[in-house]
């Protein structure tokens, strides 16, 4: 996070494995963009860095 300032980014659901857009403050905590509406009672996220792109191999 650069200059303290919070980041979006993508994050999987600890519970149910779903991917949902949050945000990254500057001290770690993660949170769901969009308010407290989560996608199951879990609070915690995985936060998705660096995946490599999707490669498509030709038919």
């Not at 308010?35 to 860095?49: F, I, Q």
């Amino acid at each position: 996070m650069s200059n303290g300032e919070k980041v979006k980014s993508v994050a999987i659901c600890e519970n149910c494995d779903q991917p949902s857009p949050v945000r990254i403050w500057p001290d770690g905590t993660v949170r769901p963009i969009g308010g407290k509406r989560r996608c199951c009672s879990e609070s915690s996220y995985r936060v998705v860095e660096n995946e490599p792109p999707a490669e498509f191999a030709d038919d």
